[in-house]
């Protein structure tokens, strides 16, 4: 059977671009993107790219669904729709691929989490939604150059295999999520955490919390 793609899809992915302005997971011009994948064809709707007649300087809210791209896992085109997806594009394809269970990525260029980011630093665990919500610390990727596979690869170690947020060094974050509403909350939650963080130390000495001292074992989830 053909696989087709889902205007729908087009139409959800765009529908977060005021979102991902307003939320302030982005200063502006094309810093960051994101994307969705659908489990039952496997294609990746994803931002595109500026092009001399596309200037999304003004703010995100400009993307529509006719300018979102489509690809398959291997990042070939499917919906000839005239724009490119973002340069971040193998970024995207590599996390897919290491991830199975994730259907949504938000790269997000934010103010505390590019903190951390700059420095090179871990976000600690402090919090216990960070525990539950991110998987723990959020670990700082090593540094790799703007849509190269270097910079793919090394977000992927930096996930592993249950982190849900990692930081990419001098850059900013990628947040993942079973969708796209998922991924969203999750990068507030992110952002949350590195401004908690931040203060904790002017205020004082961070207290970290162990992964396997947050909830009451009498608790069923």
Same mark, same amino acid.
């Given at each position: 059977?053909?696989?087709?793609v889902?205007?729908?899809?087009?139409?959800?992915t765009?529908?977060?671009?005021?979102?991902?302005?307003e939320?302030?997971?982005?200063?502006?011009?094309?810093?960051?993107?994101?994307?969705?994948?659908?489990a039952?064809t496997?294609?990746?709707?994803?931002?595109?790219?500026?092009?001399?007649?596309?200037?999304?300087?003004p703010?995100?809210?400009?993307i529509?669904?006719?300018?979102?791209c489509?690809?398959?896992?291997d990042?070939?085109?499917?919906d000839?729709?005239?724009?490119?997806?973002?340069?971040e594009l193998?970024?995207?394809?590599?996390?897919?691929?290491?991830?199975?269970?994730i259907? #949504?990525? @938000?790269h997000s260029?934010? /103010?505390y989490?590019? =903190?951390f980011? !700059?420095?090179?630093?871990?976000i600690?665990?402090?919090?216990a939604?960070?525990?539950?919500?991110l998987g723990?610390?959020?670990?700082c990727?090593?540094?790799?150059?703007?849509?190269s596979q270097?910079?793919?690869?090394?977000?992927?170690?930096?996930?592993?295999?249950d982190?849900?947020a990692?930081?990419?060094r001098?850059h900013?974050a990628?947040?993942l999520?079973?969708?796209l509403?998922? #991924?969203? @909350?999750?990068a507030?939650? /992110?952002?949350?955490? =590195?401004?908690v !963080?931040?203060l904790?130390?002017?205020?004082?000495k961070?207290?970290?919390i162990?992964?396997?001292?947050?909830?009451?074992?009498?608790?069923?989830?």
């Amino acid at each position: 059977m053909e696989k087709k793609v889902r205007w729908e899809f087009k139409h959800l992915t765009a529908s977060y671009a005021k979102q991902f302005f307003e939320r302030k997971l982005t200063p502006g011009m094309d810093s960051g993107d994101w994307s969705m994948r659908d489990a039952e064809t496997g294609y990746i709707y994803v931002c595109p790219r500026p092009n001399a007649k596309f200037d999304i300087r003004p703010n995100w809210s400009v993307i529509k669904a006719e300018h979102i791209c489509v690809c398959d896992p291997d990042g070939n085109l499917v919906d000839d729709n005239g724009f490119l997806p973002t340069v971040e594009l193998p970024m995207h394809l590599a996390i897919y691929k290491a991830r199975p269970e994730i259907h #949504a990525i @938000v790269h997000s260029h934010p /103010l505390y989490s590019s =903190a951390f980011a !700059a420095t090179g630093e871990d976000i600690p665990v402090l919090l216990a939604e960070q525990a539950l919500f991110l998987g723990g610390d959020v670990k700082c990727a090593e540094y790799g150059l703007v849509g190269s596979q270097t910079l793919a690869d090394n977000i992927v170690a930096a996930l592993g295999k249950d982190h849900r947020a990692a930081l990419l060094r001098n850059h900013g974050a990628v947040i993942l999520g079973k969708d796209l509403e998922e #991924a969203f @909350v999750l990068a507030d939650f /992110l952002e949350h955490g =590195a401004y908690v !963080a931040i203060l904790s130390k002017i205020v004082g000495k961070p207290i970290e919390i162990s992964m396997d001292n947050i909830l009451d074992p009498s608790l069923v989830l």
